[in-house]
């Protein structure tokens, strides 16, 4: 009895892995994400933004000059370059990873936050981001719905346990799915510098993934109840 419970839940562990863990692709939307260009290339960004070498591990990164400066940096991503893109589907997952660290005297006050934002699919036959609105400059506080343009709240990551010099990578955005598959994502990073300190942003990876909307994955489970219960009744 207890075998088959134990296989029963390896099966089940298999099935729910299958339809819900999905493997996002290697393929970075983001451009120069690693700034290996040694400057921000790709990227619109505040004036306060620079690129710089920090180590042989990281090589160059994008770092901020000035606490209370013009501390952002963006970069609007076409998605339907992605080899999982799929023009059929209506739904995305999206990921985001990057590397931060700091230096300065412990503890650190500073912080790194990331947002996502993105246009609806209105503007999926768009070709140049430069016309989508809200696309030029630093970015705007909040949505804006009558534009069809949609933001996340920021997620903010705080370096206070973290010892100067020692990079992190974070997941500020873990398999995040969206109820629209938007062509164009905008990534934005605001540095939160506190007095004396240096923040630093690298290896920033924007990972993509159209799935299927999340109430025909409930259509698929509700087909399967059905065909489940059919078979049970023919067998009475
Ligand atoms: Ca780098």
Known sequence: ??????LWSILLAVLCSSVWAVPLNSFNELRNGDFETGDLTYWQHGEDIAVARDGAAHGYGAYCKRSGGDLWLRQIVDDSRSPDWDWNLHSKILDLVADITWQGWEPSNSAVSFRLDWWDERYNSVSNWEQLPHAIGAPPAGSDPAAGYYTTDWVTIRLAGTRPGEWITVNPFDRTQLPVQPRWVSVEITYT???????WVDNVILTGKCVPEPSSMIGLVGLCSTLVAGFRIRRK
């Open 193 to 199: 510098q506190a007095p004396g300190e240096t923040v």
């Open 1 to 6: 009895m207890r075998r088959w419970s134990l």
